[in-house]
């Protein structure tokens, strides 16, 4: 079974640019979430995504942040403009229906470095 | 709002010796438990999970975790650990509506 692919897996940008990020989840999850992962502490919630809909972005700072997940398959996270404080590894996630008792399957991620 | 607290940051053992990661949660409703581990290079990946029923479960590699619902606390253990086992590993509690909420992380390093 394929796993959840992030790409890419490195991304170096000055501060003020624009990036995205892009993630296929595991055939059949319903349920893809974004983290935000920062050196030294855990995954951050950004944004869960229910099929295309979205369930929890009150994480996300949605003035530079945005996300979206066209046909409830693949999605893409975008900073625009990105921050030195957005050097972090993003990462995707992916279940199936968001039961109490389902794990997530996650990616590579990808390592974002804001210079 | 729910939290996560995992007491040790960095844990350095030698093989054969016991292990055990603290975690402690904030949430007051139903929850599940979860233990992820991270090796070297790879992607985070399920350790074990408490749902429901036993409060004592086992995971892959020899891993348990004792859910102690007084304590609000899901440790998790090791009787033996081995080099391999050197890794980040992460506690999680997910809420009844679904919200996932890591700790910050143990970093574990076996010496042979």
């Known amino acids: 079974e394929a796993g959840v692919a992030q790409s890419p897996r490195y991304k170096i940008i000055e501060k003020r640019q624009s990036v995205a990020f892009w993630c296929n989840p595991i055939?059949?999850?319903?349920?893809l979430y974004w983290y935000q992962q920062i050196l030294g502490q855990g995954p951050k919630l950004l944004i869960q995504?229910?099929?295309?809909?979205?369930?929890?972005d009150s994480q996300l700072p949605k003035d530079r942040f945005s996300a979206e997940r066209l046909k409830g398959v693949d999605s893409t996270l975008k900073i625009q403009p990105a921050k030195l404080e957005d050097s972090a590894v993003y990462l995707c996630?992916?279940?199936?229906?968001?039961?109490?008792?389902?794990?997530?399957?996650f990616g590579q991620g990808t390592r974002l470095t804001v210079v | 709002a729910q939290s996560v607290s995992q007491h040790n940051h960095h844990v350095i053992l030698s093989e054969a010796a016991s292990l055990e990661l603290g975690c402690n949660y904030s949430y007051g409703g139903t929850v599940n438990l979860f233990w992820y581990v991270q090796y070297p290079g790879q992607h985070l990946q399920l350790l074990l999970k408490y749902f429901s029923g036993d409060p004592l479960v086992k995971g892959i590699k020899g891993f348990e975790a004792e859910f102690i619902k007084s304590k609000f606390s899901f440790n998790l253990r090791k009787p033996s650990v081995q080099w391999s086992d050197t890794a980040e590993y992460f506690c999680?509690?997910?809420?009844?509506?679904?919200?996932?909420?890591f700790g910050d992380g143990t970093t574990l390093t076996v010496k042979p």
């Open positions: 995504f229910q099929n295309n809909g979205v369930v929890d």
């Open positions: 999680a509690v997910k809420s009844n509506a679904g919200k996932s909420t």
């Open positions: 996630a992916s279940s199936s229906p968001s039961g109490l008792g389902t794990e997530a399957f």
């Open positions: 055939s059949g999850h319903a349920t």
